[in-house]
């Protein structure tokens, strides 16, 4: 009769864990499943992004973050960073979102980001990256002469 009621608790008592191991493995799977969900942007999204931050890279431009003054490079690096934070959080999933939300203004500050080409008067790094997103747009995509 011992071993009976002793059998019934550990049972009962297994079964009360059940449910909480049910739970934390649902929770480890939909964690797992918004991870892929926010690291999957479209190809167009990526593509773009990547082509802003590259122009401005490849540009002779210079960028203002609260006010100072950085080369090219530096700003590329820059923005690299604002958009891994962004789409770590899934906060990037076009390039407009990305102007607005990384290439717009200091998130620290709330200064407005500017751009200055050559001696052309410095603009708004929004107004920048929003003509050269037409521009890149308007681009016909390189095609392969069929056979």
């Known amino acids: 009769m011992q071993r009976t009621c002793e059998n019934r608790f550990m049972n009962h008592r297994a079964a009360a864990f059940r449910p909480r191991r049910l739970v934390v493995f649902a929770a480890a799977l939909l964690g797992a499943a918004s991870v892929a969900v926010q690291a999957a942007l479209s190809p167009q999204a990526e593509r773009e992004t990547e082509q802003l931050i590259q122009a401005l890279g490849s540009s002779s431009c210079q960028f203002e973050r609260n006010g100072s003054w950085y080369d090219s490079a530096e700003a590329q690096a820059h923005l690299r960073k604002k958009l891994a934070y962004l789409r770590k959080r899934d906060m990037a ?16 500050s709330g200064k407005p980001y500017r751009v200055r080409c050559g001696n052309a008067a410095p603009v708004a790094s929004a107004a920048w990256l929003k003509a050269k997103l037409v521009q890149l747009r308007a681009a016909k995509p390189a095609t392969t002469p069929s056979p």
Do not use: N, Q
Not at 95 to 103: H, K, S, T
């Open 93 to 108: 999933d076009t390039a407009e979102l990305f102007i607005e939300r990384a290439g717009s203004e200091s998130s620290l």
